[in-house]
């Protein structure tokens, strides 16, 4: 379907600009396209007209299947609800962070198959391009043999290495710190305590584990992340594996060794909608403000993903062209996916319709093309 929107506010590779944008064939038409006269025309006054959101990391999914310990439905279902929730967000690529760990349950090897093979099998009739983002536990060394097949397979967007094992290992006796993993594995905390135990002896075997791992995203032109960089030396280590993008790093000193070598910074969107991190983490906004951020993602939490940009240009720590790029551009860069991320002549047609209140609300959400959300029929016509 060709699509037609007309008068709004445009964020264009330059700057905002009245534009009329053409879209035709999932693409965006030359900006002096004559638009086909059955063109679906959306009057996008006092709208802004930015390009889609692309979520290098998110997890809210995770509440879609499992919204209570314990109480968990299809995947199939979760995920097409999820979708919705994405669109009416304005994401148009999301990359759900689904974590394969050494612990039953909700994380566990079983529920981490079922995912990669559903997202696979429902990706067609998704209004949102759904990727894999592999969440890789460190220790567990079990999934090894398994993600090797799936690099190998094209299986796998983007792969993440994360270590939680240490700091489980230090806290297993306290239910303030990991009831909530207790919970989802479905184990007794003792039957927990005793896991993170046997997991944790076969440390020695982490490192060449890791090494394989990366050797094989690289061959397989996989992008792959580092999560939680604890250390300056940490994100030095991935660096050498060929880890290029800095998920979430701990501190500004680890942050700053990743910019001075010119790496892409994930931050999370709800820190900077909170305004701070819940774990003591750094601002995501100072990060911003000091250039350590390049990509902001949903994390748990899809809504702040499109709140961000504008939040962070009302406090002036960036203009609102450089706070949409780190939603926008940013990621799509970050991961390959050169056809995505702007309004351009020729780029994928994902487009978001924004109307700029207190709290922005996503009037309409196009993607590859399709008008796949539209939450006030006015605009039509």
Aim: with cysteine; net charge negative; hydrophobic share 45%.
């Amino acid at each position: 379907m060709a699509i037609l929107i007309r008068n709004g506010e445009a964020l264009l590779p330059e700057a905002l600009a009245r534009a009329d944008i053409a879209i035709a064939d999932g693409v965006v038409a030359a900006f002096d396209a004559t638009p086909d006269g059955s063109s679906l025309r959306l009057d996008a006054t006092g709208l802004l007209v930015l390009p889609g959101l692309v979520d290098i990391h998110g997890d809210a999914f995770e509440r879609h299947i499992m919204p209570r310990p314990k109480v968990s439905f299809d995947i199939e279902l979760a995920l097409r609800d999820a979708d919705r929730a994405l669109l009416a967000s304005g994401i148009t690529t999301a990359f759900h962070g689904v974590t394969w760990s050494w612990e039953p349950g909700l994380r566990g090897a079983e529920n981490a198959r079922a995912l990669l093979a559903a997202i696979e099998r429902l990706a067609p009739e998704l209004g949102a391009d759904t990727r894999f983002h592999l969440r890789h536990e460190t220790f567990n060394l079990d999934a090894e043999p398994d993600i090797l097949d799936w690099l190998a397979q094209g299986r796998v967007g983007v792969l993440a290495f994360n270590d939680h094992t240490e700091g489980t290992l230090k806290t297993r006796h306290r239910p303030d710190k990991v009831g909530k993993m207790v919970e989802r594995s479905g184990l007794s905390a003792e039957g927990f305590a005793e896991l993170v135990e046997r997991v944790y002896a076969r440390k020695s075997e982490v490192p060449a584990s890791l090494e394989r791992l990366a050797a094989a995203a690289r061959a397989a032109g996989v992008p792959m992340l580092s999560h939680d960089d604890m250390t300056p030396d940490m994100r030095r280590w991935f660096r050498g594996l060929g880890v290029t993008v800095a998920e979430f790093p701990i501190d500004e000193a680890t942050a700053r060794e990743a910019a001075a070598h010119g790496e892409p910074i994930v931050f999370g969107a709800p820190n900077v909608v909170r305004g701070g991190s819940h774990t003591g983490c750094p601002s995501a906004e100072e990060m911003v403000r000091e250039g350590l951020c390049t990509i902001l993602a949903s994390d748990y939490y899809y809504p702040a993903l499109a709140l961000a940009p504008f939040l962070l240009a009302r406090r002036g720590a960036a203009s609102f062209a450089e706070a949409w790029r780190l939603v926008s551009q940013g990621p799509a860069e970050a991961l390959g996916l050169n056809d995505r991320g702007v309004i351009a002549p020729g780029k994928r047609a994902d487009i978001v319709l924004v109307e700029d209140a207190l709290q922005p609300r996503v009037v309409a959400t196009i993607a590859a093309g399709r008008l796949v959300h539209l939450a006030d029929q006015r605009i039509l016509g």
